[in-house]
């Protein structure tokens, strides 16, 4: 697939290049992202120059990661964002936000315009997120986007050779008044 541009009322996202590498590598040395993503740390110039002109585009070339970097109009990048598809009509987004641009609603505004894409031009029926149980900046920028916190999976996430348990949200089509590509049976209420 090749790469789409996505806009909302203050952001572009954009596929990375070459011109982004710089960027990439010097938000990425905030410690706070790499705590709390399974990005390589230390964080060398090398780990983006491989992010931005392999895995990014490989992702896209075979259909399974759809990575976006999200910017600002005037250029200056925001943060990242990705869609992985984990199973047939299952996408899981993650993301992370450069130090300076937290808390301005930038990366909940990225998560629902490349969900409302997922759901409008992948065959995608669920959206997850997962992130380390304790990482609260990620469960707002979820919340905010209207995902549904279903638990916590206990050992779900390997973490710098370390596994940790998660929590884990979904956000449906129904969710953005958007049809599913399948129809969906939610299962009866329980009666305690």
């Known amino acids: ?8 009322g203050r952001l ?16 990425v040395q905030d410690a706070d992202i790499q705590r709390w993503t399974t ?19 490989d992702g896209w070339a075979d259909a399974s990661m759809f990575t976006f970097g999200v910017f600002l109009p005037s250029a200056e990048l925001v943060g990242m964002l990705s869609l992985t ?15 300076e641009h937290r808390g301005n609603g930038y990366t909940t505004e990225a998560t ?23 990482n609260e900046g990620s469960r707002a920028v979820a ?13 779900a996430i390997i973490n710098k050779g370390v596994r940790r348990d998660c929590w884990v949200g979904s956000l449906l089509p129904s969710d953005l008044g958007l049809p599913s590509t399948a129809q969906y049976l939610p299962a009866p209420a329980r009666r305690s």
């Open 39 to 57: 990005i390589p740390s230390p964080y060398l110039r090398e780990h983006a120059e491989g992010f931005v002109g392999q895995l990014a585009p």
């Open 112 to 134: 629902l315009a490349a969900s409302r894409w997922a759901f409008t031009h992948l065959p995608v029926d669920r959206v997850e997120w997962r992130a380390e149980v304790g």
């Open 12 to 27: 572009l996202l954009r596929t990375v290049g070459p011109q982004d590498i710089d960027a990439v590598y010097e938000a």
């Open 1 to 8: 697939m090749d790469p789409v541009t996505l806009t909302t």
């Open 85 to 99: 598809m984990r199973a047939p009509g299952v996408a899981e987004v993650g993301f992370w936000t450069a130090k």
């Open 143 to 155: 919340e905010r986007a209207g995902f549904t916190i279903e638990g916590i999976l206990r050992s």
